[in-house]
């Protein structure tokens, strides 16, 4: 608590700064696959002002000529480990503007929020869950004296599981992770063995509902995950093995799919966030899985969104850039790709009326690319310059220099 006044007294304190305008930028808004040429956007504080075609230029404003270079939304990782400031700062410098953790040990996720919201840090914003809602809480319990009771016990009955709900509300956290089924990153646990009943988890949905807080569910097994989404959960995250039955009820609910489809590739290879041989045999079947699973779910209306299943740590290769490519590759159009990382994923966090999209009054979130990633792709690998929340985070032109 002490943390965010001091955090508030430093926002309020900060002195508010010049217009920012980029210049003859060709913006792929996230709303249409229309591309905006040569585009003038003018950016005031933390928002977009406007986006024209060869728009004035305002005086006292701070110009980038981007000479042509394609801009879009900033990506959205719907599904993220960060708990490290060095590690959000490789997700802001791969193009992520915008994270929602899924769990992190000791509530590092909710104090990164705070920083971001106050200035202090540049970005990602964070959408924060605090603790895992899972029944071994480990050396989570040092997180929060509160949870010391659920150690030997475990989190095992509806009503342990409201309580470690509750623990982390009281931390302010803006949506919970619990799970359907077992892991699939370690070697000894089978990801399709369901681990909580459909009369548990809405325990945990009904509890989070009191702060009117979603909740994400880890679940690859398809009966941990029907179990989860008829007892309300917001989003499957993974969804290996969901039979139609299960895709069918998500439509109908409206709970999104977020595959991580690139960890599940990154458990086939060496090196990595995962590198095991009982995984990269695992990983070799799943993956196909998986890549049926988003096809099914595509065809059936259900709504996907990008996340990398990642800390962002030193030696990670997963990024949002691999998920849009891998759903290209299972059919999606590169339009529909992008949505994926921006304005469907910022739905599901429900941001989707603030970020996601480049337009007048939302959040000044946007990246730069050397050309056009709706004809090619990787483009998005190559992030030459990011804007959060109107401050320019990373850029990495000009190239050349000139004679003085």
Not at 255 to 271: E, F, N, R
Not at 377 to 390: A, H, I, T, Y
């Amino acid at each position: 608590m002490l943390l965010r006044t001091l955090l508030l007294c430093a926002a309020t304190a900060l002195v508010a700064q010049q217009p920012l305008v980029l210049t003859h930028a060709n913006v792929i808004d996230g709303a249409s696959a229309a591309p905006i040429r040569d585009a003038t956007i003018v950016i005031t504080g933390r928002t977009i002002t406007s986006i024209t075609a060869r728009g004035a230029v305002l005086a006292g404003a701070t110009v980038v000529d981007l000479g042509g270079r394609w801009v879009t939304p900033g990506l959205i990782d719907a599904h993220t480990h960060i708990a490290t400031l060095a590690n959000a700062r490789r997700a802001l410098e791969s193009g992520v503007t915008t994270v929602r953790s899924a769990s992190v040990p000791h509530y590092e996720d909710v104090e990164i929020r705070e920083l971001v919201r106050a200035g202090v840090l540049v970005g990602p914003d964070m959408v924060a869950a605090g603790v895992f809602v899972t029944p071994d809480l480990g050396e989570t319990v040092l997180a929060d004296a509160r949870l010391g009771a659920f150690l030997m016990s475990g989190v095992r009955t509806p009503e342990a599981l409201r309580a470690v709900v509750r623990v982390n509300l009281d931390h302010g956290v803006d949506v919970i992770k619990t799970r359907g089924t077992e892991r699939a990153g370690l070697p000894n646990t089978d990801p399709r063995k369901q681990t909580y009943t459909e009369r548990e988890l809405r325990a945990v949905v009904e509890e989070a509902a009191t702060k009117q807080i979603p909740v994400m569910i880890h679940a690859h097994g398809d009966e941990g995950s029907y179990a989860a989404v008829a007892a309300g959960a917001r989003s499957i995250e993974h969804g290996t093995y969901l039979s139609d039955s299960t895709l069918r009820l998500m439509a109908t609910k409206g709970a999104y799919l977020v595959p991580t489809l690139s960890t599940i590739w990154d458990l086939t290879q060496p090196g990595g966030d995962y590198e095991d041989p009982i995984l990269e045999l695992r990983g070799r079947h799943m993956y196909p899985r998986a890549q049926e699973t988003i096809r099914k779910a595509r065809a059936l209306g259900v709504r996907i969104a990008t996340g990398g299943d990642t800390d962002y740590g030193a030696k990670s290769t997963t990024r949002i850039s691999h998920e849009m490519e891998r759903f290209i590759e299972l059919g999606f159009t590169p339009f529909e790709a992008l949505q994926s990382a921006t304005t469907v994923a910022a739905e599901l966090l429900g941001l989707g009326a603030r970020t996601g999209r480049l337009a007048p009054g939302f959040d000044a979130d946007l990246i730069v690319l050397e050309g056009n990633p709706l004809e090619t792709p990787r483009m998005f690998e190559d992030v030459l310059m990011v804007v959060s929340n109107g401050t320019v985070a990373m850029t990495r032109f000009p190239f050349g220099k000139r004679d003085p």
